[in-house]
């Protein structure tokens, strides 16, 4: 099973990618529905994730942030089928193990996401390093250390697009948060966009194509 938001995400990022690069996802979405509402295990479908991109090298950017949504569904929904305390189980730890260098930080933005739905509170970006990734927690310094570019920028939260930008620029080449940068404060600026707002994202993007497509992402979780 896929859950729907998730499903709803695969279908804006693709959607917005298309938009934006001009590269026909059509095929990409069918093969990616496919993985994400199969049966198999979890490293089976991070195979055959891994095929598709590798198949469609045009597309090769959004291999991580899908990795992150295959990782969301799978808590959300194929846990269902297993044990209670699967979590826990030394099988899940060989999979964290193996797969410690996959993903981004976009899956933590998806957890909290999922968080304030659940809450029933406004995604917030304030609320989301402090009370989410508790970076001001003695024992959370190496979330603090991946975030310290967005920390010390909070202030764009009320800043014009180009500006973000212009800062996402200036990180550096290493920072884990590079990438992501400009879609996270562009969502947290504005977590409801109109069209025209959204069009206004892309026309400052770093990476239209990738930029809107996590956003998309967001909003589907929003």
């Not at 896929?2 to 279908?11: E, G, L, N």
């Not at 979405?29 to 991109?53: G, H, N, P, R, Y």
């Not at 603090?144 to 200036?170: C, D, F, M, W």
Request: proline share 5%; hydrophobic share 40%; with cysteine.
């Amino acid at each position: 099973m896929t859950d729907p938001k998730v499903s709803s995400a695969i279908t804006g990022a693709l959607q917005a990618f298309t938009a934006y690069d001009g590269y026909d996802t059509t095929t990409l979405k069918t093969e990616l529905e496919k993985v994400f509402s199969s049966d198999d295990t979890f490293m089976s479908k991070v195979d055959a994730l891994d095929k598709i991109f590798d198949d469609a090298p045009k597309a090769e950017e959004l291999r991580e942030v899908f990795f992150d949504l295959l990782l969301v569904n799978f808590f959300s929904e194929d846990v269902k089928k297993l044990e209670d305390d699967y979590l826990e189980t030394p099988e899940w730890e060989k999979i964290e193990e193996q797969t410690l260098d996959r993903g981004t930080e976009l899956l933590n933005l998806l957890l909290y996401l999922n968080e304030c739905e659940d809450e029933d509170i406004e995604p917030e970006l304030e609320d989301y390093l402090k009370e989410f990734l508790l970076v001001d927690e003695d024992e959370f310094q190496d979330e603090h250390r991946i975030y310290e570019p967005v920390i010390a920028n909070q202030v764009l939260i009320e800043s014009p697009l180009a500006e973000v930008k212009k800062v996402a620029g200036t990180l550096p080449e290493d920072s884990e948060v590079k990438e992501l940068f400009y879609p996270m404060i562009a969502f947290f600026q504005n977590t409801d966009p109109e069209e025209a707002e959204k069009k206004e994202v892309a026309e400052n993007a770093v990476n239209a194509p990738f930029d809107m497509a996590v956003l998309e992402i967001l909003l589907s979780f929003k």
